[in-house]
């Protein structure tokens, strides 16, 4: 009996082209027994052009009750001029905000093959594995008061607001410290203690939570302006990162680019653990967006979708010899010379996303 329900949400551009991909992978574990229950649904775009909302209150009803949601993408010039509450993005946003995800995971991992195309030296990113962990719904981008204000000489004040509360940084370090535990046990907390007051409560609570229940992790603190540093002098000193949502967004982007190419990153966003069955509501998607330059061509990379669907059985599923296989099949593939376009180069095989599925699924299933 099929147990483990997923809903995707394939979205715009080429959200679509890069799930069907893993539309493909699941159909071929399924065979197999793995028991995938899969509904879908509409966002974005393509979901105002169906109901005028860029997500109907069914699919959030579909996505609040599944174990997990695949996202692809959203977006396009086609709805550059739809009302802002029903942009294609708010479907993003609201999926986050009703699922309550604060723990953003932003995996860089330098495939061996890809490591001489990074803009540091090979030596530098080869064997590169980190995560980071973002807090994703609080501070200084929700923070109230957050408005500009008319001063009447002819000056404005904009202001935001950084607050973080206690329960907000023990359950992202929460977060932090039980991935490390399946990881490299080490855990860096990146905040700005010496000049805000987030930053010193950020590292009173971070060392409390470590202190009460992951004395077995390894935990450093580093100022986040000097993390930025380090992240590209010498990344592979990190294991697990964990810090607020705006250094969050900042480090998880030149984390990335350590990498290569925006068609090789996955994501996850994570709940809280449900109080009865102990599973967190999830939603995975390619850090990419809809790309609508390239969307119809069949040349995307269908490569962060997949390795969203490995972090999917890694994270909702324990499937973790699966995720490890998954993510092995993409390696190898890479490893015997193919490519898409966006990360081609000299002597390689160019390949379409179809083919690179393909590939990927016939390495896995091998
Ligand atoms: P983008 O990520 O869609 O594309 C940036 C560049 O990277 C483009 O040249 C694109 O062709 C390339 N690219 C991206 N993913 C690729 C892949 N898988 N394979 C090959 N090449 C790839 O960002 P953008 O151009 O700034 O935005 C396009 C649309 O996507 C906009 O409407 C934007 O709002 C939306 N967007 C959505 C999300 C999301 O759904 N989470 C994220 C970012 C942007």
Same mark, same amino acid.
């Given at each position: 009996?099929?147990?483990?329900?997923?809903?995707?949400?394939?979205?715009?551009?080429?959200?679509?082209?890069?799930?069907?991909?893993?539309?493909?992978?699941?159909?071929?574990?399924?065979?197999?027994?793995?028991?995938?229950?899969?509904?879908?649904?509409?966002?974005?775009?393509?979901?105002?052009?169906?109901?005028?909302?860029?997500?109907?209150?069914?699919?959030?009803?579909?996505?609040?009750?599944?174990?997990?949601?695949?996202?692809?993408?959203?977006?396009?010039?086609?709805?550059?001029?739809?009302?802002?509450?029903?942009?294609?993005?708010?479907?993003?946003?609201?999926?986050?905000?009703?699922?309550?995800?604060?723990?953003?995971?932003?995996?860089?991992?330098?495939?061996?093959?890809?490591?001489?195309?990074?803009?540091? *030296? +090979?030596?530098? /990113?080869?064997?590169? %594995?980190? #995560?980071?962990?973002?807090? @994703?719904?609080?501070?200084?981008?929700?923070?109230?008061?957050?408005?500009?204000?008319?001063?009447?000489?002819?000056?404005?004040?904009?202001?935001?607001?950084?607050?973080?509360?206690?329960?907000?940084?023990?359950?992202?370090?929460?977060?932090?410290?039980?991935?490390?535990?399946?990881?490299?046990?080490?855990?860096?907390?990146?905040?700005?203690?010496?000049?805000?007051?987030?930053?010193?409560?950020?590292?009173?609570?971070?060392?409390?939570?470590?202190?009460?229940?992951?004395?077995?992790?390894?935990?450093?603190?580093?100022?986040?302006?000097?993390?930025?540093?380090?992240?590209?002098?010498?990344? *592979? +000193?990190?294991? /697990?990162?964990?810090? %607020?949502? #705006?250094?969050?967004?900042? @480090?998880?982007?030149?984390?990335?680019?350590?990498?290569?190419?925006?068609?090789?990153?996955?994501?996850?966003?994570?709940?809280?653990?449900?109080?009865?069955?102990?599973?967190?509501?999830?939603?995975?998607?390619?850090?990419?967006?809809?790309?609508?330059?390239?969307?119809?061509?069949?040349?995307?990379?269908?490569?962060?979708?997949?390795?969203?669907?490995?972090?999917?059985?890694?994270?909702?599923?324990?499937?973790?010899?699966?995720?490890?296989?998954?993510?092995?099949?993409?390696?190898?593939?890479?490893?015997?010379?193919?490519?898409?376009?966006?990360?081609?180069?000299?002597?390689?095989?160019?390949?379409?996303?179809?083919?690179?599925?393909?590939?990927?699924?016939?390495?896995?299933?091998?």
């Amino acid at each position: 009996m099929a147990t483990k329900k997923l809903l995707l949400l394939a979205g715009d551009g080429i959200g679509p082209e890069a799930m069907a991909e893993v539309k493909k992978l699941i159909a071929a574990m399924n065979e197999k027994g793995a028991g995938f229950a899969i509904d879908e649904g509409l966002v974005g775009g393509c979901a105002y052009d169906a109901h005028g909302q860029a997500i109907s209150e069914e699919d959030m009803t579909k996505a609040l009750a599944a174990d997990a949601v695949l996202f692809g993408a959203v977006g396009g010039p086609k709805w550059d001029s739809v009302p802002y509450e029903v942009r294609p993005e708010a479907g993003l946003l609201r999926l986050r905000k009703d699922m309550e995800l604060f723990a953003n995971l932003r995996p860089a991992i330098c495939y061996p093959a890809l490591a001489a195309s990074s803009s540091l *030296k +090979q030596e530098v /990113v080869e064997g590169l %594995d980190i #995560l980071i962990v973002r807090e @994703l719904t609080g501070g200084v981008y929700f923070g109230e008061p957050k408005q500009i204000i008319d001063l009447g000489n002819g000056q404005k004040r904009g202001i935001d607001t950084q607050v973080y509360d206690t329960f907000e940084i023990e359950r992202i370090s929460g977060v932090a410290f039980e991935l490390a535990r399946t990881r490299k046990n080490h855990v860096t907390s990146m905040e700005k203690r010496n000049v805000m007051k987030s930053g010193v409560l950020w590292n009173e609570v971070v060392t409390a939570t470590h202190k009460a229940k992951y004395a077995d992790v390894k935990l450093d603190h580093m100022l986040a302006d000097a993390g930025g540093m380090q992240l590209v002098r010498w990344p *592979k +000193q990190f294991d /697990v990162i964990v810090t %607020d949502n #705006l250094f969050g967004d900042m @480090l998880s982007d030149v984390a990335a680019m350590l990498t290569g190419s925006l068609g090789m990153l996955p994501s996850a966003s994570l709940g809280a653990p449900d109080a009865k069955t102990g599973k967190r509501k999830a939603l995975y998607e390619p850090v990419h967006g809809s790309a609508p330059d390239i969307a119809g061509k069949g040349i995307a990379n269908p490569i962060a979708m997949i390795a969203s669907f490995a972090m999917c059985l890694r994270y909702s599923f324990s499937m973790v010899a699966e995720a490890d296989r998954l993510e092995a099949a993409i390696a190898a593939v890479l490893d015997d010379g193919l490519r898409t376009k966006d990360i081609m180069s000299e002597g390689k095989t160019e390949v379409g996303t179809t083919a690179m599925g393909d590939a990927i699924i016939a390495k896995f299933l091998a």
